[in-house]
């Protein structure tokens, strides 16, 4: 079965620190992973997206995130987050179904809080 | 660039009322969706549609309908209103797998 699971519902982290949000997912072709991200009261918003070959892709606003087939992770990091990173993030992943429209499989999210 | 507008952004029905949200792009996209976000519960799909007056069932399409009259707008209706379905709901629209475009959502009050 198709899935994705974000481990942590809530991350708290000092304004500076370095941030890593965890996502495993269950698929058995290839898959395509996304990390969006929702601030308060928007719609969800593209941070990166991995296809194929770097397992390492770089995102918008110092987001990267590694795609590991072995360990069927997609983990997402940032060096030094700013409060303004306070938000809901997703991890998402595409199952091609027919034609070019794939279904996407959420992730519950997980809400980052940061400190000053 | 484009834009993904939900009208309206808050919604208030009764019980058993019929209810209807709205979504427009200027993306030229062909396929668009709508999403219901509930607390604790992520993203669940409601519908679907690839192209003008397709139409295709998510995983949660019992109690909505929902119409693709032009490529740039998607509606959604709640045939019936129920108080559990105080909701987020979510427009988007995409040109290929996966990269989708969001609008803010429209929240869903039912009283």
């Known amino acids: 079965a198709q899935s994705v699971t974000q481990p942590d519902a809530r991350v708290t982290v000092s304004e500076g620190a370095s941030l890593q949000l965890r996502c495993k997912y269950s698929?058995?072709?290839?898959?395509?992973l996304f990390w969006y991200v929702q601030y308060p009261r928007q719609g969800l918003q593209l941070l990166l997206k991995?296809?194929?070959?770097?397992?390492v892709v770089q995102g918008v606003n110092g987001f990267e995130a590694e795609f590991s087939k072995s360990n069927s992770s997609f983990h997402l990091r940032k060096a030094s987050v700013h409060w303004s990173d306070s938000a809901v993030y997703f991890c998402?992943?595409?199952?091609?179904?027919?034609?070019?429209?794939?279904?996407?499989?959420f992730g519950l999210g997980t809400t980052l809080q940061v400190q000053p | 660039g484009g834009i993904i507008t939900q009208t309206p952004k808050f919604l208030i029905g009764q019980e058993g009322q019929k209810l209807t949200l709205k979504c427009q792009q200027n993306?030229?996209?062909?396929?668009m969706y709508w999403y219901r976000q509930d607390s604790g519960k992520g993203l669940r799909l409601i519908y679907y549609?690839?192209?003008?007056?397709?139409?295709q069932k998510g995983d949660l399409s019992e109690g909505y309908d929902a119409s693709r009259e032009k490529k740039s707008s998607f509606s959604l209706t709640v045939t019936s209103a129920q108080k559990n379905e105080m909701a987020v709901f979510l427009c988007?629209?995409?040109?290929?797998?996966?990269?989708?475009?969001f609008g803010e959502g429209s929240k869903l009050t039912v009283l």
């Open positions: 998402v992943l595409s199952a091609p179904l027919t034609g070019n429209t794939g279904k996407l499989i």
């Open positions: 549609s690839i192209t003008e007056n397709d139409l």
């Open positions: 988007a629209s995409s040109i290929n797998t996966g990269q989708l475009y």
């Open positions: 698929y058995s072709g290839t898959p395509y």
């Open positions: 993306f030229n996209h062909d396929t």
């Open positions: 991995y296809y194929s070959g770097d397992p």
